[in-house]
C-alpha cells in the first residue's frame, strides 16, 4: 500500500524560533519569553526552570511581552515546576502576555493556579 | 460540466505537506496552515485556533504514536469549501481515537499538580469537529473541521 507519495524536505533546526532571557531584580529572576514555545522548544524552558531550582532561585516571573505562540506543551513546563518552587515558599508569576497567550492559558483555567499581571513592576511587587 | 467545474473548485482550495515526525518540524506545520488559512479567513482569532488545533495533533502523533522517532512522515492536507476549513492528517501507528480521551476537570488537575493531557482539550475547544479513522494497516486519518 502507498500512502504517501510525498517525500518530505529537510528542514534545518531553527533555534532562533525561542529565545530565552534571564535578568534578576534582587531576589526574583526574570525570565524573558521570545519567539515559539512548542513541543520543541519547551525544552529550553525546562532547563531554565532546573538551572533556577539548582541555584534555588524560587522566586520566578515570566515576562510573555515577546512571546508569539504558545502551545500546550508550553503550558505543561509552568505545570511541571510550580509545585517544587511553592514546596520552598517561592512562586512562578507571569506577566505582560498578549491576548492570543493570555486567551489559552484562561481557556484551560490557570489562572486559578497562576497569578497574571499586565504590567512586570506590578509583578515584581507582590514579591516584596 | 457542472461537475468538472465543482472538481476544479476543489482541487483549487486544497494543499499538502509532508513532514519527518520531528517536533522540530511543527514551525514549518504551522506556517502552512498559516499561509493556507489567510487566503480564506479573515478572523486571526480563528486561524490561530486552527493553526495549534493541528500543531497539537502533530505533537501528539510524534510523541504517543512514534514516541518521538523522527524518521516517519505525517502528511498533513487542508480542504476548504464554502462553510469549512479541514484539515487532514495522515499517518500510520497504532490506534489512537482522540474523541475517546476524556477531557481532565481542570479543577483537580491544578489542585494534583498535573501535568500533560492538555493537547487535545484545546482542540475540543478550538475545532467544531474532530474525525478519526483507523483503517487496514495501521493507516490513521484525523480530520480536524473548523465551520467559517
Do not use: W
Request: proline share 2%.
Amino acid at each position: 500500500m502507498v500512502f504517501f507519495i510525498d517525500f518530505p524536505e529537510k528542514h534545518i533546526t531553527k533555534m532562533e524560533e525561542f529565545n530565552i532571557v534571564e535578568k534578576n531584580n534582587n531576589d526574583v529572576a526574570i525570565l524573558y519569553l521570545e519567539g515559539f514555545l512548542d513541543a520543541h522548544t519547551s525544552v529550553e524552558l525546562e532547563k531554565s526552570f532546573e538551572k533556577l531550582i539548582d541555584e534555588k532561585k524560587f522566586k520566578i516571573i515570566v515576562n510573555f511581552e515577546k512571546l508569539s505562540y504558545i502551545s500546550s506543551a508550553g503550558l505543561g513546563v509552568f505545570m511541571a515546576y510550580i509545585e517544587t518552587i511553592r514546596n520552598n515558599s517561592g512562586d512562578v508569576k507571569l506577566c505582560k502576555m498578549s491576548d492570543k497567550i493570555y486567551n489559552i492559558f484562561d481557556m484551560l483555567g490557570f489562572p486559578i493556579l497562576f497569578e497574571i499581571y499586565k504590567e512586570e513592576v506590578e509583578t515584581i511587587a507582590k514579591f516584596n | 460540466m457542472q461537475n468538472l467545474i465543482n472538481v476544479n473548485s476543489v482541487l483549487e482550495n486544497t494543499a499538502k505537506i509532508s513532514i519527518f515526525s520531528s517536533t522540530k518540524n511543527l514551525i514549518q506545520v504551522r506556517n502552512f496552515i498559516e499561509e493556507n488559512a489567510k487566503k480564506y479567513l479573515t478572523d486571526i482569532n480563528i486561524i490561530n485556533q486552527i493553526i495549534l488545533s493541528v500543531d497539537e495533533a502533530c505533537t501528539n502523533i510524534i510523541k504517543h504514536t512514534y514516541k518521538f522517532e523522527d524518521n516517519h512522515i505525517i502528511k498533513i492536507e487542508y480542504y476548504k469549501n464554502k462553510n469549512q476549513f479541514i484539515v487532514k492528517i495522515f499517518y500510520n501507528g497504532d490506534a489512537f481515537d482522540p474523541n475517546k480521551r476524556a477531557v481532565p476537570d481542570m479543577k483537580e488537575y491544578f489542585a494534583k499538580y498535573k501535568v500533560g493531557g492538555l493537547g487535545i482539550p484545546l482542540m475540543k475547544k478550538f475545532m467544531d469537529k474532530i474525525e478519526y479513522l483507523h483503517s487496514v494497516n495501521d493507516f490513521n486519518e484525523l480530520t480536524l473541521v473548523k465551520n467559517i
